[in-house]
């Protein structure tokens, strides 16, 4: 029987974005080559509570640090912006919501992280004192690979990625122990995604095409334009390098994560906070799921599942397979990281990448070992 890499992927139990979200494309386009795996010990935080709401592991603070997050107090004038959004009815309260933007956006900084995997560059928000950070899953790629962690200081530490839940592009990432000196590391205060409306006035900042320390990251104000329980879209733009930075109402609390950008500068998605309170333990024990709605991961080959090697017996026209240079009759031994045994391997890790990630594949081709290049393309 002959199978296609591009169709075995698992459907996603989430609902479709719609015509326009899968025009939706990725904003970290150029993903690295695999790197070695790192096997983390991790243990997960005690069950805690966002807002009074009972979660299953997230928290602001988990761990016995002191840090004081990124809450900043609302004035009563803005009260009103703050639980609805709207215009300001006045300079006087226009001048109040830059102060208090201005404020969120510093204490911000700190949390706000650069991710580097390979050659790929992306961000990550840490919220918990004990090294937790939230990011998109195409930016973790998968579980247990080495990441690089950038603070806005320029510090660089070590990290290992976890989980991630690809339906909503959800990725979990945890800066490796005994690198702080037992010092808290700065985190984003907590909030919900629960009670969002369009109108809301919310604060991004990232690292829009990359890294950069003498320019550290970026800030971005704007308004919450639709709220869907898959995502939030609002009008703060996004650049490549900002995937998996965070998103904050104008109190400091932490309400998305940066996902990915549409057609349209105003057509910024991002990840509602509370899915990974839902998917905490799942995430913290380095699972991963689902697939993003238009992003199903294409190789373009086919073989014989019941064959013993993973023999490529087609390989269509126009696919990225055919552009790598893979050929009829080549055997598949490794892909990325990954061993590859029979055809039915050879599927399962193509699930596991991202559209546009580039892979090096190994393959035995008329009894030469013969490597190639690979970049993942996308289901149309």
């Known amino acids: 029987m002959n199978s296609t890499v591009a169709l075995t992927t698992p459907p996603s139990n989430v609902t479709p974005f719609g015509v326009k979200g899968l025009a939706v494309f990725l904003i970290l386009l150029c993903l690295a080559p695999a790197v070695p795996s790192v096997q983390a ?24 640090g002191v840090s004081t997050g990124t809450l900043v107090s609302v004035p009563n004038s803005l009260q009103g912006l703050l639980r609805r959004g709207g215009t300001p009815a006045s300079l006087e309260q226009m001048r109040l919501l830059e102060q208090q933007q201005q404020q ?24 918990t004192d ?66 969002l409306v369009p109108g809301m006035w919310c604060i991004a900042t990232g690292h829009p095409g990359g890294y950069d320390r003498e320019r550290g990251p970026v800030t971005r104000v704007g308004r919450i334009l639709t709220v869907r329980p898959d995502a939030i879209v609002t009008d703060c733009a996004l650049i490549g390098g900002d995937s998996g930075g965070p998103l904050f109402d104008i109190e400091g609390r932490l309400i998305a994560v940066h996902s990915r950008i549409g057609n349209d500068v105003a057509d910024n998605l991002h990840i509602p906070v509370d899915h990974y ?61 990954v061993k590859v045994t029979d055809f039915g391997s050879l599927i399962k890790a193509v699930a596991d990448t991202m559209p546009g990630e580039r892979v090096e594949v190994w393959v035995n081709r008329s009894n030469q070992r013969v490597r190639v290049v690979v970049e993942i393309g996308r289901e149309d």
């Open 277 to 337: 309170d839902i998917s905490w333990k799942r995430l913290a024990a380095s699972e991963a799921w689902g697939v993003l709605p238009g992003f199903r991961p294409v190789l373009g080959v086919s073989g014989n599942q019941s064959e013993s090697v993973a023999r490529v017996r087609e390989v269509r026209k126009g696919s990225p397979a055919e552009d790598a240079g893979l050929m009829v009759d080549d055997i598949v031994e490794r892909f990325g990281d």
């Open 41 to 64: 010990q991790v243990a997960v935080p005690p069950s805690t509570t966002i807002n009074g709401v009972a979660g299953s592991g997230i928290g602001s603070g988990v761990g016995s």
């Open 104 to 127: 969120v956006s510093k204490l911000a900084r700190d949390c706000t992280v650069s991710v580097q995997i390979g050659a790929a560059q992306g961000c990550g928000v840490i919220i």
């Open 130 to 195: 004990t090294g937790y950070i939230l990011t998109a899953a195409h930016v973790a790629m998968r579980p247990n690979k080495s990441a690089v962690i950038r603070m806005s200081n320029g510090r660089t530490v070590m990290a290992t990625t976890l989980g991630m839940n690809r339906s909503v592009d959800a990725g979990l990432i945890k800066i490796n122990d005994g690198q702080n000196e037992g010092q808290p590391w700065p985190h984003a205060t907590l909030g919900t995604s629960d009670k």
